[in-house]
T-cell receptor, first 113, second 113 residues
Framework: DTAVSQTPKYLVTQMGNDKSIKCEQN?????MYWYKQDSKKFLKIMFS???????INETVPNRFSPKSPDKAHLNLHINSLELGDSAVYFC????????????FGPGTRLTVT | AQSVTQPDIHITVSEGASLELRCNYS??????LFWYVQSPGQGLQLLLK??????LVQGIKGFEAEFKRSQSSFNLRKPSVHWSDAAEYFC???????????FGQGTTLQVKP
């Protein structure tokens, strides 16, 4: 019974394409997050939504646009993909109160060629 | 600005030996502190957390960590390492009231038979 799931697990695409990654959680959490893990395994937050409202928007190119249709889903759409977008993208969720204990999905490995 | 430092990029221990992974943080207020483990090709699994109370916290898989405010540290320990503990370990600090996690660079643990 998967708590936080992401699709697809692997995504290989060419530069300039537009792609989406989907995330769903069944933990009943109100807050969801997107993190990017680069080739050196460094993890950095990109966005966070609380009950469909954007609350964290780090310095991320405008080509990245999160969308939360409901509090159980948070999707990430990426326009005009670039080589530097190649990374593993993780979705996470938590309750909207301290300590914001986050549970992560399995990740989506995006490769841009 | 908040930051997390994991001084050891790579650690190798023999199976059955004890383990300590170091983590130092920089944060003005009482931090929320976490340790996550990432096995190859997998997502991040929460090992343990600290946000108040007893400074020695117990986690899953036999791990524990001690919060030392005077040293700004939250080191992870395990008395006897198993081969299955080989993975990447991340320390993280929760920032403010948004749930944003700031991660350290990670420590790769290798276990020798």
């Amino acid at each position: 019974d998967t708590a936080v799931s992401q699709t697809p697990k692997y995504l290989v695409t060419q530069m300039g394409n537009d792609k989406s990654i989907k995330c769903e959680q069944n933990l009943g959490h109100d807050t969801m997050y997107w993190y990017k893990q680069d080739s050196k395994k460094f993890l950095k937050i990109m966005f966070s939504y609380n009950n469909k409202e954007l609350i964290i928007n780090e310095t991320v190119p405008n080509r990245f646009s999160p969308k939360s249709p409901d509090k159980a889903h948070l999707n990430l759409h990426i326009n005009s993909l670039e080589l530097g977008d190649s990374a593993v993208y993780f979705c996470a969720s938590s309750q909207p109160r301290p300590p914001y204990e986050q549970y992560f999905g399995p990740g989506t490995r995006l490769t841009v060629t | 600005a908040q930051s997390v430092t994991q001084p050891d990029i790579h650690i190798t221990v023999s199976e059955g030996a004890s383990l300590e992974l170091r983590c130092n943080y920089s944060y003005g207020a009482t931090p929320y502190l976490f340790w996550y483990v990432q096995s190859p090709g997998q997502g991040l699994q929460l090992l343990l957390k600290y946000f108040s109370g007893d400074t020695l916290v117990q986690g899953i898989k036999g791990f524990e960590a001690e919060f030392k405010r005077s040293q700004s540290s939250f080191n992870l320990r395990k008395p006897s390492v198993h081969w299955s503990d080989a993975a990447e370990y991340f320390c993280a600090v929760g920032s403010g009231n948004t749930g944003k996690l700031i991660f350290g660079q990670g420590t790769t643990l290798q276990v020798k038979p």
